[in-house]
């Protein structure tokens, strides 16, 4: 990954920022208005961040899709707290968030193989059961290779 310049960290802060508050990402448009850029130093930038792997865009724009562990769209892992409500992309990033957020949190899902709904607790960055499994059907090292499918 390169290292990030002072605009990218700053566009990289306010986009967590926001994901955080708001439970979604901010359009290029919100990104300029707010940090005061130009709308087409911003796109570059989300296009770097991309780059980096630290954005996923939806292909062909500069609307986000996923600035990890967060999702743009709903999916099957929905982490919910007293402070707000997040989808995450999948199970790994679902037991992140809670643990990036220092908060407890409930992970509502459902089983791969039956279907069923599932709950995961976080309580005090621990999972408080800790029973069952989780797969992941494509090795971490080849994520990237197709990271909207894995």
Known sequence: ?????????????YIY??????????????????????????????????????????????????????SAVPTS???????GSWWANCAWDALG???????????STLCADCDEPMSLTVKNDSLVETSGAIHFAVPAARWWDDIGFT
């Open 1 to 13: 990954m390169h290292k990030l310049n002072n605009l990218d960290s700053a566009v990289r802060l």
């Open 77 to 83: 892992f929905q982490v919910s707290s007293d402070k």
């Open 17 to 70: 920022r926001h994901f955080i508050e708001r439970g979604n990402p901010p359009t290029t448009s919100d990104t300029a208005m707010a940090m005061s850029l130009s709308l087409a130093d911003v796109e570059a930038s989300f296009r770097r961040l991309s780059e980096g792997h630290i954005l996923v865009l939806f292909p062909g724009s500069t609307r986000i899709w996923m600035a990890m562990p967060f």
């Open 97 to 107: 968030i809670p643990v990036m957020l220092d908060l407890d949190a409930q992970i």
